[in-house]
C-alpha cells in the first residue's frame, strides 16, 4: 500500500463474537469486503472471551447452520427450580462447545472471503465530519469502512465515543461459570437433571438474580450464577460476599455436588451484560450489535441467538445501503437496522424486562407458588409467558404481585436509567 492508500473495506467489524461473527459471516457470504477485529490472539482464541455456558435451541442451530459436532451435548427437557420445587417442560435445547463454536465462526467467515485480524483491539472510531469512517486498532494501526459494526460486547469502544451506546452500570450483570464432574443428577429431591437445562430462582444462592446447571453428558455439567448488581442485589445480598462466594456456597450446601470436582482444566468463565432497553443502535455508517446494544434477552440471559441475529440485522441493513448504485450510508438509510433489531431481533423487549424486574424482586416464597402454578396450568404456558404473551403473563400473577408492579412503576419513575415504559 502506498503512502496515499488507504486500507479499506466496504465493512469493518470490531469483535469476533457471537454478533460480529455472523455479521462477516453473512456479508462475506453477500460477495462484500469485510475485515473482522478480534483483540484475542489466534493460538488462544478464545480465551477471555470464552465467557458462555452457550446453551442454545434448534431454532438457532437451524438458522445459523450451525453445525451439530459444536454441540456437546443435546438436551430434551428445561427444568426450573424454586427452592422447594420444580417444574419440567420436554423441550429440545442443545449445550454447544463455546471454544469451538467461536473459532467456526470465524473458520467460516474466513472461507467466505472475510479477512480475520487477531491481535486488533480497536480503540477509538477514526471521524471525518462528524461521521464515522474508520477504526484505530492494534495501537497505531487504521482501518477504514464505509460501514463500521461494534461487536465487541459491553465494552463498545466505538458505540460509546459515537454516543450510540446508552450502557448503564445499574443495569449490569454479571455472571460465572464453570464446568463439574461426580454430578448427583438424580438427587432424591430434586428433578431429574440428565439431559436438562436447569435454571434456578433461589435468593440465597443467587440474590437478585439466578443460577444454573446444564447437563453436558455422564455426570458431567455446566454450573453457573449471575445477577444483577443493582439495589435489589444489595438488598439480599450477605456481608462481603462476591460472585464467586456465592458458587461456592451453592456447591457446599447442594447434596448435589457432594462429591463433584471441576473438571481437569476448568476454569472459571466470567462475563457480563446489561439488561435493559437499549438507546440509539445506528447512526451515520455505524451499527452497534449483540451486547454491545445491549440484545441479550433480559429474562433467561440467552444471547447468542439474539445477537446473531443482531449481527443478521446488520448486515441486511449493509446490504440494502450499499447495493444501491450510489452507496448511502446516511442515519436515516441505516435506521432500517433499528427497525429490525425492534421488529424481528427482539420484538417485546420492554414487556420482558418487566417480567425480569418482577421475577427477580419477588421473594423465595413466590418462587415456590410461581413453580406450584406452573405445574397446575398448560404446558405451554411458561413458553408463551417468556415469548411476552400477555394472557400468560396474567395467568401467573397473583393478586400480591401487583406491590412489587407498583414498586417498579415507582422506580421507572424516580430512576432516569430505566428508560422503558412498564406498562406499555
Ligand atoms: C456466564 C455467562 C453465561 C452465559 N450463558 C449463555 C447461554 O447459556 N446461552 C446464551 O445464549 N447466552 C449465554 N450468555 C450470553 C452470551 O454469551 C452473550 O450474550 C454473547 O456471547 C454475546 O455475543 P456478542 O458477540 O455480542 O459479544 P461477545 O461474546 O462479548 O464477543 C465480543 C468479542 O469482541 C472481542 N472484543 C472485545 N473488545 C474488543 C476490542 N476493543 N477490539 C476488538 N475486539 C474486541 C472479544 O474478545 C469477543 O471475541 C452467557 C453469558 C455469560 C457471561
Known sequence: MNGDEKDHFDVVIAGAGPAGGQCARDLAARGYDVVLLETEAEEEFPRQSNKSTAGTFPSMMTAFGVPDRLVEKFTDSV???????????????????????????????????????????????????????????????????????????????????????????????????????????????????????????????????????FHTGGDTAKVGVCYIQNERHEELARDGMRIDDYLDYWRETDPRFADAEPVEGAHILRGSAHIQMPGRLSTDNFMAVGDTVPTIDPLWGEGIHQGMESGRAAAITADHCLTLDTPDTSADRMSVYDDLWHERVAPDMQRRLLMTELLYLVPNERYDGFIRDLNRLAPETLTSASGGRFRSIARLLELGDLRYLAKIARNRLTDPYHRWNPLS
Not at 429440545?92 to 491481535?119: I, T
Not at 492494534?138 to 450502557?167: F, I, N, R, W
Not at 430434586?190 to 437478585?208: K, N, Q, S, T, W
Open 79 to 213: 427444568v426450573v427450580e424454586s427452592p422447594n420445587g420444580h417444574y419440567k417442560q420436554p423441550q429440545p435445547g442443545a449445550v454447544l462447545d463455546f471454544v469451538a463454536f467461536k473459532q467456526w465462526l470465524v473458520e467460516d467467515a474466513r472461507d467466505h472471503g472475510a479477512e480475520v485480524r487477531f491481535e486488533s483491539r480497536v480503540s477509538a472510531p477514526i471521524t471525518e465530519d462528524g461521521e464515522v469512517v474508520g477504526v484505530k486498532y492494534a495501537g497505531g494501526e487504521e482501518v477504514y469502512g464505509d460501514v463500521v459494526v461494534d461487536a465487541t460486547g459491553p465494552s463498545a469502544p466505538l458505540a460509546k465515543a459515537l454516543d450510540v451506546s446508552d450502557l448503564h452500570r445499574a443495569n449490569q450483570a454479571i455472571g460465572i461459570d464453570y464446568k463439574l464432574e461426580g454430578l448427583d443428577l438424580d438427587h432424591e429431591d430434586y428433578a431429574d437433571l440428565h439431559g436438562a437445562m436447569m435454571l434456578r430462582l433461589d435468593h440465597d444462592i443467587a440474590p437478585g438474580g439466578y443460577s444454573w446447571i
